[in-house]
């Protein structure tokens, strides 16, 4: 049986209060407060801690696989991945592996995790997440938004929750993309203007050239 041995998390200390962010936009805020990293913490560290949780909970002994998911994480062509199994004192052959890009990175380290067991070709595999994510200014996911990291180790002994299926969806959900350039979550929905009209300018310039 393949499943979630173990599981762990970690949410920054350091808070800001929605009331503040109200109180700087005159604007109404929600209740409450969000989670935010310190000036030393990134989205690696906060996936860190988290996973070496999970290995504080069952050791490390046949964790041959670890799996790094982020859209904020601090490198881009180094593997995160690989320092947080040198963190956590793994194995070197142990398969590190980054999954970025997209929300949907920590459901795609899952499944690949789930793969690599139900294959055979590795026996236990810890997947880690970790974002520290900045909603637009003056736009509700800046309230909303929250830093934190979490973990879950997979393995066939002592398992805590069976995956008993899975289901797959290719179209898109919910429209927040974020360009390279930016540190923000951008909703397409509310900002035309910052998207698509760039987007007709630049084909614009190109057909006229």
């Not at 035309?192 to 050239?209: H, I, K, L, N, T």
Request: charged residues 30%.
């Amino acid at each position: 049986m393949v499943g979630i041995t173990s599981c762990g998390y970690h949410v920054p200390f350091c808070r800001l209060e929605r009331e503040k962010i109200g109180q700087a936009w005159a604007r109404r805020a929600g209740k409450g407060e969000r989670a935010a990293v310190y000036f030393d913490e990134d989205a690696l560290t906060l996936g860190l801690e988290a996973a070496q949780r999970c290995i504080e909970d069952k050791g490390k002994d046949g964790v041959d696989g670890l799996y790094f998911a982020s859209t904020s994480a601090p490198f881009r062509q180094r593997s995160s991945a690989s320092f947080m199994a040198a963190a956590c004192d793994l194995p070197s052959e142990c398969e590190t592996s980054d999954f970025n890009g997209t929300i949907r990175s920590a459901t795609a380290a899952l499944r690949a995790g789930l793969d690599a067991l139900n294959s055979g070709r590795l026996s236990r595999v810890l997947i880690a997440a970790g974002e520290v994510r900045d909603g637009q200014p003056e736009e509700s996911e800046e309230e909303w938004f929250g830093d934190a990291g979490s973990a879950v180790m997979l393995g066939r002994d002592n398992v805590l929750a069976e995956i008993l299926d899975r289901a797959r969806e290719g179209r898109l959900r919910r429209p927040v993309w974020r360009p390279p350039q930016l540190r923000v979550a951008a909703n397409v929905q509310r900002v035309p203007q910052e998207g698509y009209a760039m987007d007709v300018r630049v084909r614009w310039v190109r057909s006229s050239r």
